[in-house]
């Protein structure tokens, strides 16, 4: 990864890389890069961290604005033999300073606003690192870039295959993230090896415009750039904002082929699909991973491209392991899950007769019913198992014995890529290892197929429902909300928090919506602003219980979180 950019241009790869706004690393104020122009960067960036005194083996924490300039920052620090932590800055003062605190970072780089706004929380960042260097502007007990830049890089360091190559945080939806330490066997060899092959229909073209939109301090991104550069698309292009207004002129200025976006912000920018000069027409792959995507997301964005066989995958995976499962979803996949549903197939999604392999029976209790039939694509179907790679089963969770199709249990996963250990959590990553099998902390159902469908995180499962599917299912019934989180208050009715543009909603409509649904709590209605999120903007359930009820408390044991 220290020279992955010249590697790539010694091969004669031609890519152009676009990007939305300048990198925040200093002296950059262009908006396109070719390979050699990247590569110059990271080697100059690697002068200035090893001026700052970062050698083999050291830490280098980055937390700044979401820019894909992450993924460079990290490559110089491998340049040089260290270890890069990339944290995200969403993160609030008091988890950033535990995680800068289990890392002890040779240097931190971060930004001056940052420092500024954790001091003011109660935290300094900058006592946790040896040494602070800003990319902008200056404080106390931090050095400027400037006094640094234009030292001479020292050549690039190889390491063994297992050794410490990048440090990523989960996304901490349910508390204080936990640091996953990869290395060059698992991430590189393991995962980004294996998206780097043309595959038919979905693998990356010479032709193609690649677009991502992600959270670019997590590791998905990390492994992104060491795959799509080895296919050498002729352009990339990268969006970091999610305004909806920017983000279409930027769009229609390099109309992408290939999409990637993290599920909120296909969330944020469907609206775009239904104007008539919309930028998706081009797109002949969507990728989405982190989180389920929508139906009605799915049926926007399929609907938006005028390209023929049009596919979208879905990934499901985690920090620790990389992708366990795919999903793919077509128009005419849509269609058929629509009629099928409008029309009542017994067989579909669960509805009877279907239910003792689509998940009828949660957690042993009874869901069955109709209520899981979404009226279309089920976004909460995983799909299966990645070939070859990735093995799944489904686990009774107090002792652990295999589970028959169609019952409910934990899901346990068994991949060569999953990352060696936990940073400064050993404890807790041996708990949830049992027998080279990683405890997702996951409940699912397998059908007879081998077909994964995810009911919710164990922490906030209730037997004999699903969170996820009820919030489908509400989200496919009302256009109108934004978005739809059920939340368990434990011993009390599932929660509905209705999220919409204004904090208003049809009380009328709603009734008509959960009329044949499982027992429902009063709902809460709240604005998309008051929602508190991760930095891939996934919802942090517990933080939201809390604000609503006073309550820390929660469904499941919450042991493998």
Known sequence: MGTLFDDCASRGGATLVRLDRPFDLPGTGATTYDLAQLAALVEETAGWLAAAGVRARHRVAIVKDNHWDYDLLACAAVRLGAVPAQLSAHLAAEPLGTLLDRLRPRLLVTTAALLARHRAAGVDPARLAARTVLLDGTAQGATSVDELRGARAPGPRRRCPDEPLVINHTSGTTGVPKLVVHSTRTIIHKLARFEAFRYPRIGVRRDDTVVNASSYAHGRTFCWTASVFCLAPKEIAVLTGTDPEAADLFLRAHPPTVLEALPSVYGRLAPLTRRLDQPFHRV?????????????????????????????MQGWGQTETGPLTFRFHTRRALRRADAAAAAGDPGHDGTPGGASDR?????????????????????????????????????????????PPGRAGLLLARTAARAPTYLGERERWLAKDRDGWWNTGDIGVRDRSGTIRLLDREVDHTPGTSCLQLEDLLEDRLPWLRECVVLTPPGQEPVPVLVTDDGAFDRADYKRAVADLPPLAEPVVRAEDSIPRTGTGKVRRHALLEQLTGRRDTAGSGRWT
């Open 359 to 403: 998940g009828g029976a949660a957690g042993g209790g009874a869901a069955g019913g109709t209520w899981w039939s979404g009226g279309g694509q089920d976004a909460r179907d995983l799909g299966r198992p990645v070939p070859f790679k990735t093995r799944l089963r489904v686990v009774d969770p107090v002792t652990f014995a295999p589970l």
């Open 284 to 312: 002949r792959l969507f990728v989405s991973t982190y989180d389920a995507v929508h139906p009605p997301t799915l049926r926007a964005f399929l609907g938006a491209t005028r390209r023929r066989g049009a596919v979208w």
